[in-house]
């Protein structure tokens, strides 16, 4: 099978480009415990380009009933070593090394992303994802250094029409359409054409162009539906197509709010991203408008029509634009991402992450302090510091739940909550520190898509914190 084939699918997701991106990429996994391992696995699949696996212990009792990928002829062995043997079995694409070591010097290597797997890790250069299994509880923490998203992928497309503002050459063509004509020339006319022309009436009419919802979806839609008094219902499909995107005339200009909310520094490297939002402020005070991106709607009209907008009035433009962006650019950026950066100025995103170093000396306050998966965040933070205190997990031993009391009351005050729940407290000394597959599992799928993300640089990864509760089956997201 070739690799075209063999990895057809995900790359109708994230595209070749994104591909290209998962198979160039290295990923360090440090420690072996499940939920980094079926992290990892999920990494493999679509073809992840190298793996480093650093792990100091070895394979176990314990290591063989929690986790799928060490089987139990390979006691005493260096989990590592198992771990990525068995990986590496199921795509011989991936490629990889394994460290059994206790201290792994990552600062002067490079690596895409680093799953810190049951462990606490510092160094803020790299893409993170931390994970924790507690039990029947986990959590995923996610920090990136720089991440600015340009193919956020939306779930409804977004159309720059610029029906509102139209170009000099599409507004000629938009004030050369009259709605004179047989039934079958007015079922025919475009609706964008309806919509600029339902603009200019209404703002003829009322001195002022739709600004509010009622406005737009009550006043506007009424104007939208006095173009086509006279024609019978069956001959008003593009009319009421029209009424169908009344926001496509409005919303031109989502691209303001996302390059309002992108406040990025220059760095020495003249980072891509900066290159591409300083060109795109230099392009607007030029222009007034951002450049135009090719993505085009279907529409109810004749075929000659529509490839005439699409090809030769937007097509152009299209164009144009591109040239005149891509000299902004000064050749520090290549013209395929040029071009993706345009067709995604209307949804581009940047995430701040905080450090886990400021979460750990402060995390955010949240309201929904009720919510359970936020009690077991808490415990969680309890628990892991009952074990940097004591070396060992809390067991339900009276000793052990009076101390892990004391430092919930703590974290608590830290977050000024008032209490937790007594129960929960016994229930998480119940776990002992498990670590159960079936959780592990649930995690590890989770965090792979969250993997994908920072790899890829396509999709809006979670700010920053995913709990998940195996107890109900639910999970919530937390800006910690």
Same mark, same amino acid.
């Given at each position: 099978?070739?690799?075209?084939?063999?990895?057809?699918?995900?790359?109708?997701?994230? /595209?070749?480009? !994104?591909?290209?991106?998962?198979?160039?990429?290295?990923?360090?996994?440090?420690?072996? &415990?499940?939920?980094?391992?079926?992290? #990892?696995?999920? #990494?493999?699949?679509?073809?992840?380009?190298?793996?480093?696996?650093?792990?100091?212990?070895?394979?176990?009792?314990?290591?063989?009933?929690?986790?799928?990928?060490?089987? +139990?002829?390979?006691?005493?062995?260096?989990?590592?070593?198992?771990?990525?043997?068995?990986?590496?079995?199921?795509?011989?694409?991936?490629?990889?090394?394994?460290?059994?070591?206790?201290?792994?010097?990552?600062?002067?290597?490079?690596?895409?992303?680093?799953?810190?797997?049951?462990?606490?890790?510092?160094? @803020?250069?790299?893409?993170?994802?931390?994970?924790?299994?507690? !039990?029947?509880?986990?959590?995923?923490?996610?920090?990136?250094?720089?991440? +600015?998203?340009?193919?956020?992928?939306?779930?409804?497309?977004?159309?720059?029409?610029?029906?509102?503002?139209?170009?000099?050459?599409?507004?000629?063509?938009?004030?050369?359409?009259?709605?004179?004509?047989?039934?079958?020339?007015?079922?025919?006319?475009?609706?964008?054409? %309806?919509?600029?022309?339902?603009?200019?009436?209404?703002?003829?009419?009322?001195?002022?162009?739709?600004?509010?919802?009622?406005?737009? +979806?009550?006043?506007?839609?009424?104007?939208?539906?006095?173009?086509?008094?006279?024609?019978?219902?069956?001959?008003?499909?593009?009319?009421?197509?029209?009424?169908?995107?009344? &926001?496509?005339?409005?919303?031109?200009?989502?691209?303001?709010?996302?390059?309002?909310?992108?406040?990025?520094?220059?760095?020495?490297?003249?980072?891509?991203?900066?290159?591409?939002?300083?060109?795109?402020? =230099?392009?607007?005070?030029?222009?007034?408008?951002?450049?135009? !991106?090719?993505?085009?709607?279907?529409?109810?009209?004749?075929?000659?029509?529509?490839?005439?907008?699409?090809?030769?009035?937007? !097509?152009?433009?299209?164009?144009?634009?591109?040239?005149?962006?891509?000299? #902004?650019? =000064?050749?520090?950026?290549?013209?395929?991402?040029?071009?993706?950066? %345009?067709?995604?100025?209307?949804?581009?995103?940047? %995430?701040?992450?905080?450090?886990? =170093? =400021?979460?750990?000396?402060?995390?955010?306050?949240?309201?929904?302090?009720?919510?359970?998966?936020?009690?077991?965040?808490?415990?969680?933070?309890?628990?892991?510091?009952?074990?940097?205190?004591?070396?060992?997990?809390?067991?339900?031993?009276?000793?052990? @739940?009076?101390?892990?009391?004391?430092?919930? &009351?703590?974290?608590?005050?830290?977050?000024?909550?008032?209490?937790?729940?007594? @129960?929960?407290?016994?229930?998480?000394?119940?776990?002992?520190?498990?670590?159960? +597959?079936?959780?592990?599992?649930?995690? /590890?799928?989770?965090?792979?898509?969250?993997?994908?993300?920072?790899?890829?640089?396509?999709?809006?990864?979670?700010?920053?914190?995913?709990?998940?509760?195996?107890?109900?089956?639910?999970?919530?997201?937390?800006?910690?």
């Amino acid at each position: 099978m070739s690799s075209n084939d063999k990895y057809d699918r995900q790359v109708r997701i994230w /595209g070749p480009h !994104g591909q290209t991106k998962l198979q160039n990429a290295r990923v360090l996994l440090l420690g072996c &415990d499940p939920v980094g391992v079926e992290t #990892l696995k999920n #990494l493999v699949l679509p073809g992840i380009g190298y793996v480093v696996i650093v792990d100091s212990k070895v394979v176990t009792e314990s290591d063989i009933e929690n986790n799928f990928f060490i089987p +139990h002829d390979t006691i005493g062995q260096s989990r590592a070593k198992v771990v990525l043997e068995y990986l590496l079995e199921m795509n011989q694409d991936v490629k990889g090394e394994w460290h059994q070591v206790e201290n792994f010097d990552v600062k002067e290597q490079h690596y895409d992303l680093i799953i810190a797997n049951e462990q606490r890790f510092s160094e @803020t250069k790299f893409n993170l994802i931390e994970l924790q299994t507690y !039990g029947l509880v986990g959590r995923m923490r996610l920090y990136s250094p720089k991440c +600015h998203i340009i193919e956020t992928k939306p779930m409804n497309q977004k159309y720059d029409l610029r029906i509102f503002n139209p170009f000099q050459e599409l507004k000629e063509y938009f004030d050369s359409i009259e709605f004179e004509g047989d039934v079958d020339y007015l079922s025919h006319i475009p609706y964008i054409v %309806i919509l600029y022309k339902a603009l200019q009436k209404y703002h003829k009419e009322k001195g002022k162009y739709p600004s509010t919802f009622s406005e737009k +979806h009550k006043d506007f839609k009424q104007v939208i539906l006095s173009l086509c008094e006279g024609l019978e219902y069956q001959y008003t499909g593009n009319f009421y197509e029209a009424i169908d995107n009344i &926001d496509q005339a409005f919303n031109s200009e989502n691209w303001k709010n996302s390059l309002e909310s992108i406040e990025i520094e220059q760095d020495v490297n003249e980072d891509q991203y900066f290159v591409l939002i300083s060109a795109l402020r =230099q392009f607007v005070q030029i222009h007034g408008a951002p450049p135009l !991106g090719k993505a085009f709607p279907d529409m109810k009209c004749f075929t000659q029509t529509y490839v005439h907008l699409k090809n030769t009035l937007y !097509g152009t433009k299209v164009e144009k634009d591109f040239q005149a962006f891509q000299a #902004l650019c =000064q050749n520090k950026v290549d013209d395929e991402t040029i071009r993706l950066f %345009i067709e995604n100025i209307q949804d581009l995103k940047s %995430i701040t992450y905080r450090t886990i =170093q =400021q979460e750990l000396q402060q995390p955010n306050e949240v309201e929904d302090y009720d919510n359970d998966c936020y009690i077991w965040y808490i415990l969680l933070r309890s628990v892991n510091e009952f074990y940097n205190t004591n070396n060992r997990w809390p067991t339900q031993e009276k000793g052990d @739940t009076q101390q892990l009391q004391e430092i919930v &009351d703590k974290q608590c005050r830290l977050v000024n909550v008032d209490s937790i729940p007594e @129960t929960h407290v016994i229930e998480i000394c119940r776990y002992e520190g498990a670590k159960l +597959h079936m959780i592990a599992s649930v995690l /590890g799928g989770m965090a792979s898509q969250e993997a994908v993300k920072l790899i890829t640089n396509q999709f809006v990864p979670i700010n920053n914190t995913l709990i998940y509760n195996g107890l109900k089956s639910e999970a919530s997201i937390f800006e910690f």
